[in-house]
């Protein structure tokens, strides 16, 4: 199955500068099983050199994720329930 997460937030800008934070697409999350597979896949991809902007964590809302930047600078969301 799949789902789709929309959320509003009144700070959100028309400033470019704040890539994720701006009007449009903020990000895009993939989950990709057990909280081990997202820490092995960031690792992977921190020694492949992408940036990671945040760490894994476990969110407010109960999911275990890291955000790894695209090439470009867009925010992927890498998580586990």
């Known amino acids: ?17 704040r890539r994720g934070m701006i009007r449009g697409l903020a ?4 989950t990709v099983g057990s909280k081990y597979e997202v820490n092995e896949l ?5 020694a492949d050199g992408y940036t990671i902007a945040s760490e894994c964590r476990t969110t407010g809302d109960g999911y ?11 925010r992927v969301e890498v998580c586990a329930e």
Do not use: K, Q
């Open 1 to 17: 199955g799949a789902r789709v997460e929309l959320m509003n937030r009144p700070d959100i800008t028309e400033e470019p500068s």
């Open 64 to 74: 275990y994720e890291a955000i790894v930047l695209d090439p470009e600078g867009n």
């Open 42 to 46: 960031v690792e992977r991809l921190r």
């Open 27 to 30: 990000h895009l999350g993939l």
